[in-house]
Structure formats: structure tokens, C-alpha cells
């Protein structure tokens, strides 16, 4: 057990992405500087909320989700779970649980009409269940795990997720990172251990930066 927690621990620290440099906060932000964190939380919160819609994807739309940037229509469906993770940690302080709820719903009913969900959408449904008091989410998202990587080793999973990102594999442990903390969600220990091996085992899987500037550390 310390030894899968030891490699969980360094793909999630040091898959973290991060700007390089540290650029000074712009003028018209600085006046959340004067803000508690607590405040600024619920503000992003609730804008967050507000943003919230259904946007476009390869085939049709994509209900209760987040573009990739505002005005652009494009659903950012790789990235919305995390999002919705953000919305789950803030809603019981700011608010916004209806649109944790609209997500979490779309998402279950993608489940059930055989789309393969992201790994952030299957870690937040995992914490759907307990939050808004369905068990019927854990269960979609230990289902959702396994639709992804059940029939695959956690070498196998890792080198998918390399081929995807090449030629710019700086986002490799992160990609690697979002998995296992999936895994762990519904408690699939055994396979997130399994991609944290084998993504430290993978030459280069945190050195450089991608196309956007980004370093991973």
C-alpha cells in the first residue's frame, strides 16, 4: 500500500501543470487580491454556473457543459469534468449545486447511451453519489472506469495516451495523473497503480513544454 500511494503521490505532484515564470496579476484583477479566498471561490462559482450550456461537438451537442472559450460554441468536453469538480468542492458554501446536477445527469445519460466519458467526468461522478444523495452515479462511474480501461494494462493505457498526445507529450502525467485519480474515485487502486508505474517508467514524461507554453514539473 506505501508503495502504490509512493507512486500515485509523484505522478499526481509531478503531473501538476504549471505557467512558466510567474507574470504579475493584470490591473483589472487586482482588486480580488483584496478579496477572501472564500468570496473569490463563490464568485467563480457562480459565474461558472452562468456559463453553463450546451455546446457543440463532432456530432450534435453536448448538454450541460463548458466551451473551450466563451463565445466560441465549442464544448470543451475534456476538460468539463474538471470544472464540475470545482463546482462539487464550492456548492455547498456559494450555491451552485443545479448546475453540478445538470452536468452530472448529462453526463450518466452519455454513460448510457455508450459514449466513452473522460476520466475527469468519471472521478466527479464518483463524488456525485454522496452529493447529491444518488447511488446510482458511483455505479456509473465505476461502470464508465471499466468501459475505459478495463480491458486494457496500465502499460497499454499509458502508451494510448502517448500516441494521442505525440508529437507533444508534455501533457503525458497529466493525462496519466487525471486516470489514476479516476481509478482511486471508484476505488480501482489495482489499475491506478498500474498507470502510475507505468508512466514513470516512460522516458521524458515530464520534461518540456507544450505548444501553449506550459511546463510540466
Known amino acids: 500500500m506505501i508503495q502504490i ?11 501538476s501543470v504549471a505557467w512558466a515564470g510567474s507574470p504579475s496579476v493584470p490591473e483589472q484583477y487586482q482588486a480580488n487580491l483584496r478579496t477572501s479566498v472564500s468570496d473569490q471561490l463563490c464568485r467563480g462559482a457562480r459565474a461558472l454556473e452562468k456559463a453553463q450550456g450546451d455546446f457543440a461537438v463532432a456530432k ?7 466551451e473551450w472559450e466563451q463565445g466560441s460554441g465549442a464544448a470543451a468536453d475534456n476538460t468539463s469534468g474538471i470544472v464540475a469538480l470545482a463546482l462539487v468542492r464550492t456548492s455547498k458554501g456559494c450555491g451552485p449545486a443545479k448546475a453540478f ?3 452530472a445527469k448529462a453526463r450518466a445519460a452519455e454513460h448510457d447511451a455508450a459514449r466513452f ?10 463524488l456525485a453519489g454522496p452529493v447529491l444523495g444518488d447511488t446510482r452515479y458511483r455505479a456509473t462511474a465505476l461502470a464508465a472506469f471499466e468501459r475505459r480501461y478495463s480491458g486494457a494494462t496500465g502499460r497499454e493505457a499509458v502508451e494510448r495516451l502517448r500516441m494521442v498526445r505525440s508529437p507533444n507529450k508534455a501533457l503525458l502525467g497529466y493525462d496519466a495523473a487525471l486516470a489514476i485519480r479516476a481509478g482511486l474515485a471508484v476505488n480501482q487502486d489495482k489499475k491506478a497503480k498500474e498507470i502510475a508505474d507505468a508512466v514513470l517508467g516512460t522516458p521524458g514524461w515530464a520534461a518540456g513544454a507544450d505548444t501553449e507554453g506550459f511546463l510540466t514539473t
Open 101 to 103: 446536477e445538470r452536468y
Open 60 to 66: 450534435g451537442k453536448s448538454a450541460a457543459t463548458w
Open 5 to 15: 500511494k509512493r507512486s500515485i503521490a509523484t505522478v499526481l505532484v509531478v503531473g
Open 117 to 126: 466519458l473522460f476520466d475527469a467526468d468519471v472521478e466527479t461522478l464518483a
